[in-house]
Every structure is written in C-alpha cells, then in structure tokens.
C-alpha cells in the first residue's frame, strides 16, 4: 500500500492544495495519507470508490472528507468518464480550524465512523466550489499569505455548510438521503415555492417519501412544509420592518387572513404582537414622541 505525504503533495508555505482530475486513472492505487486530509467532489460523472474494505458508488455532485488513516482508491463504473475535483489539508490546518469551530461542532463525528463522511452538493453549491478553486488557484503564486488565508476561509465554509453537527430536528435512525433533503428543502427559496420544489429536491416518488416521513417524523411533506413555513415567517419579523403581508407572501401565502389564522394557531398570537415582543435590533432607534 502507499503512503502519501504532504511533504510530496502541498506546497512547503502552503497549507492545501488542488488537483483537478479531469480524466481519472480508473484503478488508482491503493494508498492513504500520512499527515493530511482530503475533501474530493465528484463534477462529472460516476466512480466505484473503495474505502476501508468498502465498495461504494459516487455519482456527480457528492463531496467526501477523508481522514488521513483511510484507506481507498478508485475503480471505474461502467463506461463512465468522471471528473473530480480534489483539495488537501495539512493536519495542522484541520485540527486549527476545527479548534476554531469549537466543541459545538464536534469533530469527532467526522473522525472516528469507520467510512469517511460524505454529502450530496445541489448544481449550485458544486458550482461555487470549483468557483472557490479557480478564485483560490489564479492567487498570485508569490503571495502565499493571501492563498493560505483564502485556504483557509474555504476550509470553514465547507465544513460548516456541508459537515457540520445535524440539526437538531433531524432523526437519527432517519434514511440519510431523508435528512439530507429536509436540510435543503428548509431553504428560504424552497419554503416559498412549496411542495412542488420540495418533490423535485427528493431522490424518490412522492409516494415513498410521505410513507418515510410519516414513519420518521410523524408528518406529511406538506405538514413539515407549512412548520417551516411558520418558522420563516417567525424569524423575519424579529428580523426587520418588512410589512407582514410581504412577509406572508414571502413564506407562500396569498391569502393574508390565512396567514393570520395559521399563524396565530402555530404561536398562539398575531404576527403584528409577535413582532411587538421578539423583534430584535443592534441600532437604537430615536423615540419621536408620536
């Protein structure tokens, strides 16, 4: 088995580097890595990935965190091409940024599984990685500084948007790809449109993904939709002086006066007097005496 090292692969004043496969060597060689992990996203394609005794398929748009200890290589699937982008990270620069993140983001439930975490990207987040790459990558080389601190905002920004600790409505025994599209389906752009982008985010029929949530969660789509709907709402009249019609129509409403009825169901009050109590701003306004 090979051993890499950072010494061979990264940059001596660098703390990451980029390699963009565009047509992989199909049976790579076994190997793992002494002293750096590895972020890599499928941009194109399908790959058999083995990883510690396991064969999994990868298809466009996953991301995988690989821990220096696994061992893996790539084997070709089918007559497919494939395109990966792969980033590395000194140890150092991992274990600094995820001291940085704190206790709350738990690192462990990165480390210690016995396959390495993955994710599934949408277009557009695969799209503004390799954005990241190429702003990262066309750096003046003679300004290190300026790459490694690029490097390492990159770094946090993956692990928070894609690695960090599930949320807490999240089940635990939940299919992954369950959780994974409750994550993307809470998405402001989401709520508003409704149960039609909610279907098109879902990997399965519509009929298969009720009969999922129901047994998980206890609630149709449609239900879980409306409470996150509710919720939205909530945080945008703490937020601002957005007017509350606008803010029904926001989160999907077109009727005003529903708004009003569901919401005052869900908070036991108007959305004018939850204003009144939980908005919250950092600027003090002058009292006009009106």
């Not at 990966?84 to 001291?99: G, P, Q, Y």
């Amino acid at each position: 088995m090979l051993r890499l090292t950072a010494q061979e692969l990264i940059h001596p004043q660098l703390e990451t580097e980029f390699y963009y496969h565009r047509k992989l060597q199909y049976w790579t060689i076994v190997h793992d890595h002494e002293d750096f992990y590895e972020c890599f996203l499928i941009t194109e394609g399908s790959v058999y990935h083995l990883v510690n005794g396991v064969k999994q398929l990868l298809t466009e748009g996953e991301l995988v965190f690989i821990r220096p200890a696994d061992v893996h290589s790539y084997e070709r699937f089918g007559d497919e091409e494939v395109e990966l982008l792969n980033i590395n990270f000194r140890t150092s620069m991992m274990e600094e940024t995820f001291a940085y993140l704190g206790e709350g983001f738990e690192p462990a439930r990165l480390i210690d599984p016995a396959l390495p975490p993955r994710c599934s990207l949408m277009p557009e987040q695969v799209a503004w990685l390799i954005g990241q790459y190429e702003r990262i990558s066309t750096i003046n080389a003679d300004h290190k500084a300026a790459i490694r601190s690029a490097a390492r905002g990159l770094l946090t920004q993956l692990l928070v948007q894609h690695f960090a600790p599930p949320r807490a409505e999240n089940h635990p025994d939940a299919p992954r790809w369950l959780n994974e599209l409750l994550a993307k389906a809470c998405k402001r752009e989401c709520v508003t449109e409704g149960i039609g982008a909610f279907y098109r985010l879902a990997p399965y029929s519509p009929e298969h993904v009720c009969r999922e949530m129901r047994k998980y969660f206890g609630l149709t789509p449609t239900e879980w939709l409306n409470e996150q709907r509710l919720l939205h709402a909530a945080l945008l009249l703490k937020q601002g002086e957005t007017a509350i019609v606008d803010i029904g129509l926001d989160c999907g409403y077109s009727s005003l006066s529903y708004f009003y009825k569901v919401f005052a169901a869900r908070f036991a009050m108007t959305p004018a007097r939850y204003r009144k109590l939980h908005r919250r701003t950092a600027i003090p306004a002058r009292q006009t005496g009106y």
